[in-house]
């Protein structure tokens, strides 16, 4: 079946600093969406990327979709404190496929 | 314009027990997915809802069964607890894509969290 992966599984980050997070499929995906939740909270959206190559940015988040629509990265820039969380990538296979959940990168921030 | 809402927040069940928890989706979506979230894992997919019927199913045991009504809410049963079955229980709600499209945003309560003694 398919199958998500994360690396890294957990990032200390010292405030200020840019991380990068990597997410790969072993399918190509149709689209892929990233997630956030902080700690003893609820995954809550923050973006979808459909098309190959696709980069996407908020603010100080960047987003990348792989050519081969087999991976993507989360780029944050100068994080604050506000970023501690865990960071989810989950892949859909086709249109109408079930939403798969990667492991997630577990982000804390040393002040 | 209320979110998602599941209940009960929290609960604690023994072995052999059944139990359900309940979803009532965001406002005008009509889709309802069910995640598993073991303690420091992803979400796992058990399954979706549309139509009042499931239309996919991750690799969960029978043992995991669910119900939407016609207003949109749903219910997710568990019998036969498990230890293992001690986790966060997610519900999404969503819009149903038109056809041949990609999901859209999901929308997740704040979970259920059931305690398997």
């Known amino acids: 079946g398919q199958q998500v992966m994360q690396i890294p599984q957990y990032q200390h980050v010292q405030e200020g600093e840019d991380f990068t997070t990597y997410c790969n499929s072993s399918?190509?995906?149709?689209?892929i969406q990233w997630y956030k939740q902080r700690p003893g909270g609820h995954p809550v959206f923050l973006i979808q990327?459909?098309?190959?190559?696709e980069v996407k940015k908020q603010k100080r988040l960047t987003f990348q979709f792989g050519e081969a629509k087999k991976n993507s990265s989360l780029h944050i820039t100068a994080t604050q404190t506000t970023d501690v969380g865990t960071y989810f990538c989950?892949?859909?296979?086709?249109?109408?496929?079930?939403?798969?959940f990667g492991g997630g990168t577990r982000v804390l921030v040393k002040p | 314009d209320a979110g998602v809402t599941q209940s009960p927040t929290h609960l604690i069940k023994t072995r052999g027990q059944q139990v359900t928890l309940r979803c009532s989706p965001k406002?005008?979506?009509?889709?309802v997915s069910w995640y598993q979230q073991a303690l420091g894992q992803g979400p796992q997919f058990i399954f979706q809802?549309?139509?009042?019927?499931?239309?996919q199913r991750g690799n969960f045991p029978d043992r995991f069964s669910g119900h939407q009504f016609p207003n949109y809410s749903s219910e997710l049963n568990v019998n036969a607890l498990l230890l293992g079955d001690s986790a966060l229980y997610l519900c999404?709600?969503?819009?149903?894509?038109?056809?041949?499209?990609?999901?859209?945003?999901?929308?997740f309560g704040e979970g259920s969290r059931l305690t398997v003694l």
């Open positions: 999404a709600s969503s819009l149903a894509p038109p056809s041949g499209g990609n999901t859209g945003e999901l929308f």
């Open positions: 399918t190509t995906l149709s689209n």
């Open positions: 990327l459909v098309k190959s190559g």
């Open positions: 989950a892949g859909q296979r086709a249109a109408g496929n079930k939403l798969t």
């Open positions: 406002s005008g979506h009509d889709t």
């Open positions: 809802y549309y139509e009042e019927e499931e239309r």
